[in-house]
């Protein structure tokens, strides 16, 4: 049985390119007492990615050079010398871009297969589901009647983001790049307004049209002149939760910008970032909940899966373009007999 691996060849500078990652393959390790080897299934491409493959310091390590690029998988139990998996199972693991992984017991964890589609536990039930579940509701905090804006909007965070703001009753301003996906926004997740930046000439004028009553929730998922756009628009003790700067990652010089003190402090606003490792011993109430609200038919979620292992560096890239729908995944195999 051969193992096919994608690792980090090179540390890019500006955006990857397909000279970024190396193609190989090794043989795949025998478990022994208290392993498992599993089958890649669903292999998640994030943003975040992009921050660790720069050697420097994070909330996370970098990726090591002629490493496995880590990242989520779902993956089905091939072989298992452990008493709490069985042959079969499906499990969520961060092996990464790998077809096996054989795991020790405390890498992986079995999921519901029943739930929901497989591939939803790497997004709208999975990191980014509860990415957006944490960050507006600890951060965030969003009250009835109370305007949320989210860029990134139809992506996966933000995509859930709005939705759950909705839930707690507050009107909902997404910023996306595509008449699709301001189409996508309003027509299928029911945000109040959506603005496609490329298409705006006047940001400042856009929100405040969509606004009137201000903002007093900003998620932010891009940073740069976007946001400094929404700052303009600020309320009084509003609460910005900044989960990324997507517009930054691939800059080869400086991000300079306007200056935010001044206004975090005529508006008393809150700015605070944060990860959701942050939340990690409350990820099964996190989870409970995105399920339930999934199950009442209150979330619903889009996904752009392509197909072959691969195409995950492609795939990968794609992220910088803007072109998906919610959440970006790539499918590498088949449960077996299903």
Known sequence: MINQQILLANRPTGTPTKQTFKFVESDVKQPEQGEILVRSLYVSVDPYMRGRMVDAPSYVAPYELNEVITGGVVAEVVESQSDKFTKGDVVIGSYGWQTHYTAKETEIRKIDKEIAPLSTHLGILGMTGLTAYFGLLEIGKPQEGETVVISGAAGAVGSAVGQIARIKGARVVGIAGSDEKVQYLKEELGFDEAINYKTTTNMVDALAAACPNGVDVYFDNVGGEIS?????????????????????????????????????????????????????ERFPEGSAALAQWLTEGKLSYQETIKEGFENIPDTFLDLFKGTNIGKLLVKVADVTNE
């Open 228 to 280: 400094d756009a929404v700052h303009t628009q600020l309320n009084r003790f509003a609460r910005i939760p900044i989960c990324g700067a997507i517009s930054s990652y691939n800059l080869k010089g400086e991000d300079v910008g306007p200056r935010i003190q001044t206004t975090l402090v005529k508006k008393s606003a809150l700015m605070q970032g944060f990860t959701l490792g942050n939340y990690a």
